[in-house]
């Protein structure tokens, strides 16, 4: 529930409250007419002829996402000045000088290491929580944070690094474009832990400066996932020792690789790869073609693996092996999608040797569709002892039959078309917990094939939500703790229908709108005009 203005020492406590007109320093276009201070700014006259001034209460900073609560106050509020302002950290405090020397150098300050923050200075510290910073822990964990802008100064405290870095890119744009971080405090944390982008490079390539251009957007936005989907179909396209022959000629290497998840993880971006098995592994089997399932006639099914074939389990873990320790996060994405044989009328009549392998591993009455229930849970035993937690599509979960999906799998649930389409209520009703990757508001799907079209970020904004699981239609609160989270998703069906810049302008408010409705899933207080005007003055 979204809550209005509520008293607060020293000022008003505005929840959700983003406004265009901050104010401006002399020189700008925010002043009031009767000489005081615009909302976080200072008035045209000279404070040194006015040592009583007063100045007008200030208004929260505008950023996207919104802050979730500020504290209003009177003062001239902060904004740098390369002259004397520093970025200092707190006494002990050494794991976030990477925090500091990056807005240090966003915002054209000194990095003063370990110091007494003095005027002009930001400084950044972690808390011990028995403070406010304490109290939003409670509600949103390590991501949540304080900023206090104050005497001239600014304190990002937080209980871990993670928070201390959103409070950096509140801070850097409260101030973009010549703007005054307005005074008092901003109290802030997501309401969803997993805030993810997806990027399909298997079927369309990117170059590495534009995933990394990227990762710094992202960063910006306070996302904290990216997915890479780097295996399908069309192409495999990271460097592999185990496998060198399926790799495409386009291809990110492992130092590639490495440097980008390290940029990711400056920003708190956890890299989520996806190696997508038994179906999307068209890639593999053009160099191994005795892998290919073939139905009763001999056809080849396009892109699966013929899974009763010991050969196939094996090739797959090589390489779920192999990439474990290139992607260090906590996360890895099993796919386990559009496994063909599961869409045709009869799989045990049109795919006897699938049945027959059902048979012999789960009894008589085993069936082909537990068959790919156990590949899933197998795949899922060779990455667990890495210690990723392990997500899969929601077409990969099967209902009935002999066998059922490993308990600790989330499910990315994307669509509703599959035969046998179950509802989200199936999932979250069992207890799992389900990331949002709707595929009507969060599919961006190059050429806009079959019923897809190009995403807005104004639909997004105004009528998603987390718990817009499937079509329009909202789950029931009740399930919002299993709603881990969002995922918006670039997929390259159709590769040449647009540029790499064009995807970037095309998913740009998307993205925008996206991560707003992840960190508050509450109505925003800016109307879509106002808020594309938010994301351009950004």
């Known amino acids: 529930m979204r809550r209005g203005p509520v008293a607060a020492a020293g000022g008003v406590a505005v929840v959700g409250a983003v406004v265009l007109a901050v104010g401006f320093w002399p020189g700008g276009d925010g002043g009031d007419s009767d000489g005081a201070a615009p909302s976080g700014g200072r008035s045209a006259a000279a404070p040194s002829t006015s040592p009583t001034k007063s100045y007008a209460l200030s208004k929260a900073p505008a950023t996207i996402p919104a802050v979730r609560e500020h504290t209003a106050a009177r003062g001239p509020g902060w904004r740098p000045d390369e002259g004397k302002g520093r970025v200092v950290i707190g006494d002990g405090d050494s794991g976030l000088a990477d925090e500091a020397k990056l807005l ?42 304080t900023l206090t802008v104050k005497g001239e100064r600014v304190r990002i405290a937080a209980p871990a690094e993670a928070g201390v870095f959103y409070g950096t890119r509140t801070l850097k744009q409260a101030v973009s474009g010549g703007r005054t971080a307005p005074e008092g405090v901003v109290r802030d944390r997501p309401a969803k832990p997993q805030r993810g ?26 996302y904290n996932q990216l997915g890479l989907h780097f295996s399908d179909d069309q192409a495999f396209r990271i460097e592999s020792e185990s496998h060198p ?39 593999v089997t053009r160099r191994h073609p005795s892998l290919q399932l073939r139905d009763s006639r001999g056809k080849v099914t396009r892109g699966a693996v013929d899974i009763s074939k010991p050969a196939a389990a094996k090739i797959v873990d090589d390489l779920l092996k192999e990439y474990a320790d290139l992607f260090p996060g906590a996360y890895w994405h099993l796919g386990a999608d559009e496994y063909l044989a599961l869409t045709v009328k009869n799989p045990e009549a049109s795919y006897p040797q699938l049945a027959a392998a059902a048979r012999e591993r789960y009894g008589a009455d085993g069936r082909v569709q537990d068959l790919a229930t156990g590949w899933l849970n197998d795949r899922a035993d060779t990455v667990r002892p890495f210690d990723k937690k ?81 079509g329009t239609k ?16 670039v997929w390259g069906d159709l590769a040449d229908a647009q540029t790499q810049e064009q995807v970037a302008a095309g ?5 925008r709108a996206t991560v707003q409705k992840l960190w508050d899933p509450g109505k925003p207080d800016l109307a879509w005009k106002d808020f594309v005007k938010l994301a351009d003055g950004l």
């Not at 940029?263 to 790869?273: D, E, F, G, K, N």
């Not at 909202?474 to 995922?487: A, F, K």
């Not at 998913?507 to 993205?511: A, E, V």
Request: glycine content about 12%; proline content about 4%; charged content about 30%.
């Open 507 to 511: 998913i740009r408010m998307p993205l």
């Open 104 to 145: 240090a150098g966003e915002l054209k300050l000194k990095y003063g290491g370990e110091s007494d923050p003095r005027e002009g200075d930001v400084q950044l510290t972690l808390s011990d929580g028995d403070g406010d910073e304490g109290k939003d822990k409670d509600k949103g964990g390590d991501e949540s944070y």
């Open 390 to 470: 392990l997500k899969a599509w929601n077409d990969g979960f099967f209902r009935g039959g002999k066998t059922q999906a490993a308990d600790d799998l989330e499910v990315a649930y994307w669509t509703g078309k599959e035969i046998g389409a179950r509802e989200p209520d199936a999932y979250l009703k069992a207890g799992r917990k389900l990331v949002n990757y709707n595929d009507e508001y969060l599919y961006y799907v190059l050429g806009q094939p079959q019923t897809f079209r190009y995403p807005t970020g104004q639909r997004i904004y105004e009528s998603w939500t987390p718990l817009v699981v499937r």
């Open 474 to 489: 909202p789950v029931s609160e009740r399930y919002d703790d299993q709603i881990l989270g969002g995922t918006f998703a």
């Open 245 to 283: 022959e399926i790799v495409s000629s386009d291809h990110l290497t492992k130092d590639q690789v490495r440097g980008l998840v390290k940029l990711a993880a400056s920003r708190h971006i956890t890299v989520v790869p996806e190696i997508d098995s038994p179906g999307h592994l068209g890639a």
């Open 197 to 222: 982008f997806m990027i399909d490079i298997a079927r369309k390539h990117y170059d590495l400066k534009w995933l990394e251009d990227r990762v710094r957007d992202l960063g910006d936005l306070k």
